[in-house]
């Protein structure tokens, strides 16, 4: 098991390349299941997550090579539509299997997607939706059966801007007969960015971005080169770095709009930025103002998966903030590991109080989610001293060369070998 040795204090400058965007590639993964041609993933990440998900592809027998950074799919000869429990249960995207098998094959049998601890994450939505398409669900011994001969169109109407529910639906309804229409759609950027990749499959989908998407049902899709858009969230984690050790850092491939509201909390802590186009540049003092309040919510809010990097942020800022997390009930499992560097932060329920110190110092910490490890990260290369951060598991499920790319702005962080 690999930690980071970090040396923190310093500040850091440069320009960071962004990967494409995980929350993105996953599902599209798993859409491309819906073809017998070959499908091509441009700048497939290098992390563990895509890597368990072309193994879920593989155990469905599709083939999945990685070359020259992207990764090419197969899926031709997949004829299983069972995934084993081995694999989703370390994966929460597994769940967006359920609406690509039953488009290819009719039917779908998963265990219960896994991932990081951040609370109940509960999949009614998916299972609900998916039955006003037409398929019987019924659930056993920690597994979902799902049958689905003739998939029809329907209207859903969801109760919450799921991002899950929403792109299994899609996955489901692109070769349904008929319209399907949702209403109460996630409006999330990666929403939009799988309604590209399944028109350029020859689907017929609109709306994405907006809470009303339409998906007409089409026969065949076919093969696809394409390359999803960058990670806004790993580019939010790099300019919340740059604002708590000071600094300029820059980030390319992100339009600012899909970090609207970060970029306004980051303002609100006295950075500069500065955009144009895909371009975000961050000018900070090391020494700002505690952001008043911020509470998670679906996009445009700001995101739960910054949430814990923000609160790392605020720890050494002057004032104190108030953090209200409104989707994820356990998502501040990372602040007894901030506390022992001198945090100040007082959780109750679903809301944390940020005094912020002047400075926090090295300890030795453990990351226990995948957002939590950046936030110490970020606290480690701010603080005072020498920290480490173990089990980079986690980590490494959402950020491709974390340490190298922090390196390159000039963070004394190495990986070592425990």
């Known amino acids: 098991m690999d930690k980071y040795v970090i040396d923190g204090g310093g500040r850091l400058c440069g320009s960071v390349r962004l990967q494409s965007a995980k929350n993105s590639v996953l599902p599209l993964f798993a859409a491309s299941v819906l073809?017998?041609?070959?499908?091509?993933?441009?700048?497939?990440?290098?992390?563990?997550?895509?890597?368990?998900?072309?193994q879920i592809l593989?155990?469905?027998?599709?083939?999945?090579?990685?070359?020259?950074?992207?990764?090419?799919?197969?899926?031709?000869?997949?004829?299983?539509?069972?995934?084993?429990?081995?694999?989703?249960?370390?994966?929460?995207?597994?769940?967006?299997?359920?609406g690509?098998?039953?488009?290819?094959?009719?039917?779908?049998?998963?265990?219960?997607?896994?991932?990081?601890?951040?609370?109940?994450?509960?999949?009614?939505?998916?299972?609900?939706a998916l039955k006003r398409l037409g398929v019987s669900i019924s659930e056993r011994d920690g597994f979902i059966f799902c049958e689905g001969e003739r998939l029809r169109g329907a209207e859903i109407e969801l109760d919450f801007p799921s991002v899950g529910a929403t792109e299994n639906i899609l996955l489901a309804a692109v070769k349904a007969e008929g319209r399907t229409v949702i209403s109460g759609a996630a409006k999330e950027p990666e929403i939009v960015d799988l309604q590209?990749?399944?028109?350029?499959?020859?689907?017929?989908?609109?709306?994405?971005?907006?809470?009303?998407?339409?998906?007409?049902?089409?026969?065949?899709?076919?093969?696809?080169?394409?390359?999803?858009?960058?990670?806004?969230?790993?580019?939010?984690?790099?300019?919340i770095a740059g604002a708590a050790c000071g600094g300029e850092v820059e980030t390319v491939g992100v339009p600012p709009e899909n970090l609207r509201l970060l970029l306004h909390k980051l303002r609100e802590n006295g950075c500069k930025i500065h955009t144009k186009n895909d371009k975000?540049?961050?000018?900070?003092?090391?020494?700002?103002?505690?952001?008043?309040?911020?509470?998670?919510?679906?996009?445009?809010?700001?995101?739960?998966?910054?949430?814990?990097?923000?609160?790392?942020?605020?720890?050494?800022?002057?004032?104190?903030?108030?953090?209200?997390?409104?989707?994820f009930e356990t998502r501040f499992k990372y602040v007894p590991e901030l506390q022992k560097m001198g945090a100040d932060i007082v959780v109750n329920g679903r809301t944390a109080l940020v005094r912020g110190v002047r400075t926090l110092h090295g300890a030795c910490v453990t990351a226990g989610d995948l957002r939590g490890g950046a936030?110490?990260?970020?606290?480690?290369?701010?603080?005072?001293?020498?920290?480490?951060?173990?089990?980079?598991?986690?980590?490494d499920?959402?950020?491709?060369?974390?340490?190298?790319?922090?390196?390159?702005?000039?963070?004394?962080i190495r990986r070592v070998r425990t």
Not at 40 to 52: E, F, K, L, Q, Y
């Open 100 to 128: 690509s098998l039953l488009s290819r094959f009719g039917r779908a049998l998963i265990a219960y997607p896994g991932g990081c601890d951040i609370g109940l994450r509960p999949i009614d939505l998916h299972l609900n």
């Open 35 to 54: 073809t017998q041609e070959r499908v091509v993933i441009r700048d497939a990440p290098h992390i563990s997550d895509v890597a368990c998900m072309a």
């Open 375 to 395: 936030a110490l990260v970020i606290a480690a290369l701010a603080a005072e001293g020498v920290s480490e951060v173990l089990d980079l598991t986690h980590t």
């Open 280 to 327: 975000i540049r961050l000018e900070s003092s090391g020494r700002l103002q505690c952001n008043r309040r911020i509470e998670t919510m679906p996009f445009p809010g700001f995101p739960t998966d910054l949430q814990a990097q923000a609160a790392a942020l605020n720890a050494s800022c002057e004032g104190s903030a108030l953090i209200v997390e409104n989707l």
């Open 58 to 98: 593989k155990e469905l027998g599709a083939r999945v090579v990685f070359r020259d950074g992207d990764a090419v799919i197969d899926s031709a000869d997949a004829c299983s539509h069972e995934l084993s429990s081995v694999l989703t249960g370390e994966l929460r995207s597994s769940v967006f299997m359920l």
């Open 397 to 412: 499920r959402g950020y491709s060369g974390f340490s190298e790319k922090l390196k390159g702005l000039g963070a004394r």
């Open 196 to 239: 590209n990749f399944l028109n350029a499959m020859g689907a017929k989908v609109a709306g994405a971005g907006t809470d009303v998407i339409e998906a007409e049902g089409v026969r065949t899709l076919h093969g696809v080169v394409y390359r999803p858009m960058k990670d806004r969230i790993e580019a939010g984690t790099y300019l």
